[in-house]
């Protein structure tokens, strides 16, 4: 059974990869919606793949995960910023992201086209974790 599990995650994370200052959280913009396709556990280990869309001119607000994401642009272009405030990336459609777990990886994408942002990313946590922790505003004023 586990056996099978594990290929099944194999396979999906191969499609997929084919594919502080201020004192409050900043939410995602107005019509970020995130739609979770398909989900297992195997251990201490949660898997889930999910579909965000990003309308134009929004941003995910900032955050950090318990755990290694592993995503794919499938429409438009993100651009991804990290607590220093400097690009650590613009993945154009068809490119592939990966973002680091943990407190200390805290990030914010954002859609600055004028079409939406579609990502497909597997959430690799551990288990019961939320699928993001929102963070402050690092002091970043480009948003």
Request: with cysteine.
């Amino acid at each position: 059974m586990v056996g099978k599990a594990l290929a099944t995650i194999a396979i999906v994370a191969g499609a997929t990869l084919a594919v502080g200052t201020p004192a409050q959280a900043t939410p995602p913009g107005p019509g970020v919606v995130g739609t979770i396709t398909w989900q297992t556990t195997v251990g201490q280990t949660d898997y889930i793949l999910r579909e965000i869309t990003i309308p134009a001119g929004q941003a995910t607000g900032w955050h950090f995960h318990n755990g290694n994401l592993y995503g794919r642009v499938k429409r438009g272009t993100l651009s991804h910023f990290d607590a220093t405030c400097e690009s650590d990336g613009v993945y154009p459609r068809g490119a592939s992201i990966q973002e680091p777990g943990g407190p200390r990886n805290i990030h914010i994408g954002m859609n600055k086209g004028t079409g939406p942002v579609v990502l497909k990313v597997l959430y690799v946590l551990p288990t019961g974790s939320p699928l993001s922790v929102d963070a402050p505003n690092p002091g970043c004023d480009f948003e």
